[in-house]
């Protein structure tokens, strides 16, 4: 299974735009990155899933170089109600291998 | 309406007692899991249950005995529960299994006096 890397936390502003780097050297050709948020006393909730170059949703865009040994979650416009921890994972889209969440990344946004 | 839901939301309750937290999705997924969430916010798998049958079944102690009557439920028996048990626990429920997109209830925080 891939590992993960990405910083512990962030800090930002409203209105800003937040990048997220996720580091998966070890990615399997299979594999798919997926992102996920997590608001505190809730659940992770779906963000945004990938496989190469560039995904866009209505909220956030994921980017991935050539390479997919990293990934990139874009936040445009980030609000208050933003910060959470994000979680990058990397695994196949099917099979029935299992997901690890890392530590994320946890994203202050600041009046 | 609620698509991974989860009861109870609170369960403080004595070292030694047996427990049971119930977990139902009305998404039409085949496949459901349960987390472990520590106090250090790890969230780790400890069973996927594709349509009734166990896919995965990490290194979790024989008192947590999973169980799926059909594939929109799966509980979770905790046994002779510890003061380690104290997290949080999560359901969650996937199309089919791997890297699909997850839904995650809202978890239920286990709390042993």
């Known amino acids: 299974l891939a590992k993960t890397t990405q910083p512990i936390s962030m800090d930002s502003y409203e209105g800003q735009e937040v990048n997220i780097t996720c580091s998966h050297n070890n990615i399997a050709t299979n594999d798919y990155i997926t992102w996920y948020q997590q608001f505190p006393s809730q659940g992770p909730r779906f963000i945004i899933q990938?496989?190469?170059t560039k995904v866009t949703n209505e909220v956030a865009s994921l980017f991935i170089p050539a390479d997919r040994k990293s990934s990139t979650l874009s936040l445009p416009r980030v609000s208050l109600s933003d910060t959470a921890v994000y979680y990058c994972l990397v695994g196949e889209a099917g099979g029935y291998n299992k997901l690890i969440f890392g530590a994320g990344t946890r994203l202050a946004v600041h009046p | 309406d609620t698509a991974v839901s989860q009861t109870p939301k609170y369960l403080v309750t004595q070292m030694g007692n047996d427990k049971s937290i119930k977990c139902e999705q009305n998404l039409g997924h085949d496949t459901m899991y349960w987390y472990k969430q520590d106090s250090k916010k790890f969230l780790k798998i400890m069973f996927s249950y594709n349509n009734k049958e166990l896919i995965i079944n990490e290194t979790v102690p024989n008192r947590f005995s999973p169980k799926s009557p059909d594939k929109a439920h799966l509980n979770l028996h905790i046994n002779s529960l510890e003061l380690g048990d104290s997290a949080v626990y999560f359901c969650?429920?996937?199309?089919?299994?791997?890297?699909?997109?997850?839904?995650f209830g809202d978890g239920t925080r286990l709390s042993i006096l």
């Open positions: 990938g496989y190469k």
């Open positions: 969650a429920s996937s199309p089919t299994g791997g890297n699909q997109p997850q839904h």
